[in-house]
Nanobody, 114 residues
């Protein structure tokens, strides 16, 4: 059974930083490409960043240069370091495989105040 547990969200002022974590179980993490996704109220869920098994990374244009995705295969965990946060980054953030599967975690809320 796939289980994805996101953590690290919170309320932060614009310009601040947060580090999200996602602990995965029930998947062969080391060979899985992983992604961070976000969904703001009234909007569709979107891909923010992805990382392959070879540690190749890709980012949405809106977060390039500000966010960094990384992974620790020994801990079955994927991270998202978010710097220079903007109010438009406010959303619930989820991790999943990339491309995403049907199994989603509960997400972690990120709120950026102006």
């Amino acid at each position: 059974q796939v289980r994805l547990v996101e953590s690290g969200g919170g309320l932060v002022q614009a310009g601040g930083s947060l580090r999200l974590s996602c602990a995965a179980s029930g998947i062969t993490f080391g060979i899985s490409a992983m992604g961070w996704y976000r969904q703001a109220p009234g909007k569709q869920r979107e891909l923010v960043a992805s990382i392959t098994r070879e540690y190749n990374t890709n980012y949405a244009d809106s977060v390039k240069g500000r966010f960094t995705i990384s992974r620790d295969n020994a801990k079955n965990t994927v991270y998202l370091q978010m710097n220079s946060l903007k109010p438009e980054d406010t959303a619930k953030y989820f991790c999943n495989r990339f491309p995403y599967s049907a199994s989603w975690g509960q997400g972690t809320q990120v709120t950026v105040s102006s």
